[in-house]
């Protein structure tokens, strides 16, 4: 699980052996669940958001919107 630190938006995100990634916004404490086209990608992406210290809310949106995210 990466936990999210100053994010407005996003608080963690968790990845398991399979292509779901839960998200937790930090609106809620539910973790909500998506469908990954590509978690190494998903995945590839987050990293690299967090060592830029870019928006990782603007990421999953980006990524909810293209369709690479897809919630279940």
Do not use: C, H
Request: proline share 0%; no cysteine; aromatic share 6%.
């Amino acid at each position: 699980m990466a936990i999210i630190k100053g994010s407005s938006a996003i608080a963690s995100v968790n990845f398991d052996d399979t292509s779901e990634v839960g998200i937790t916004f930090t609106s809620q404490d539910t973790e909500y669940k998506f469908l990954a086209q590509d978690v190494d990608l998903v995945r590839r992406g987050l990293e690299s958001t967090l060592a830029k210290n870019e928006s990782v809310g603007r990421l999953i949106a980006d990524y909810r919107k293209s369709g690479q995210l897809t919630q279940v």
